[in-house]
């Protein structure tokens, strides 16, 4: 258990790290909006600076309730077209290493983050101190699995040792929870796995897996509170403090 200290100091080093990002949000920029809460920290922001007149943008949004969010904050949305390419997105995390590879999916939005992420100039992610991890793993890997192929994507899962657990609905745990798509989600407690590549590839052969929560070599930028500072992280970069620089890294 988290002691409440330690959740209040978390939840102000994800608003600082989401205050941080809005500078690097520009004018007449087309943004991709992340899930979870340091994501809602930025969207709510974005929002206020969007009323005072500061900024213009129009964004679109990894989960139904990001999209509410932003309508709520008053943020246009658009619909994706053949050729768009978003200029940033900006997202939590659920894990991070010095290499920028994180695992997502804590909320459930794996699949249209990846989406999102996929389809932007910039991947810009969001975090607090605890999210930074010597080696991925410690936090479940979440899998998004089409029902029908839920017996047999277990099946798989087993031989792989990944102790996977079908998650609940958080109102109703006796239902499976499901994703925005209807799918339902697997967390897979590996604890620590050397290769996140090669797990990766096994994980995208099982038919039925349709997402898994690995993101390697997507994020571009993640931006670090820890206490009253940022980090900036780049893949395979020491962490620097936000003070050097002046435009988005
Ligand atoms: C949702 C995600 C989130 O970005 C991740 O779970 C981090 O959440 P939070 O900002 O609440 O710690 O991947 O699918």
């Not at 768009?84 to 590879?101: I, K, Q, S």
């Amino acid at each position: 258990m988290q002691s409440p200290t330690s959740s209040q100091q978390q939840d102000q080093e994800k608003k600082l790290a989401a205050a941080t990002a809005l500078h690097w949000v520009k004018d007449g920029m087309q943004v991709g909006l992340g899930s979870g809460s340091t994501a809602a920290y930025f969207i709510s922001l974005l929002g206020e600076a969007m009323g005072a007149g500061q900024l213009r943008v129009q964004a679109v949004a990894t989960s139904l309730v990001s999209e509410a969010l932003a309508r709520q904050a008053g943020i246009p949305l658009f619909e994706p077209r053949k050729g768009t390419r978003l200029d940033l997105t900006v997202d939590g995390a659920d894990e991070l290493d010095a290499d920028l590879r994180l695992i997502k999916g804590g909320g459930g939005a794996l699949l249209r983050e990846k989406i999102l992420a996929t389809a932007s100039r910039h991947v810009l992610i969001l975090a607090d101190s605890s999210k930074v991890v010597p080696q991925l793993g410690r936090f479940p890997l979440p899998l998004e699995v089409v029902p029908f192929a839920l017996p047999w994507v277990l099946d798989t899962l087993e031989k792989l040792q990944a102790n996977s657990v079908l998650r609940s609905d958080r109102q109703n745990p006796t239902e499976p929870a499901r994703t925005d798509q209807g799918n339902v989600l697997v967390d897979c407690h590996f604890n620590q796995f050397p290769d996140p590549a090669q797990l990766a590839r096994q994980l995208e052969a099982i038919p039925g897996v349709v997402e898994h929560g690995l993101f390697l070599g997507v994020a571009h930028t993640a931006l670090v509170a820890q206490g009253e500072q940022v980090l900036v992280y780049k893949p395979g970069e020491a962490p620097r403090n936000i003070a050097e620089f002046t435009e988005l890294p």
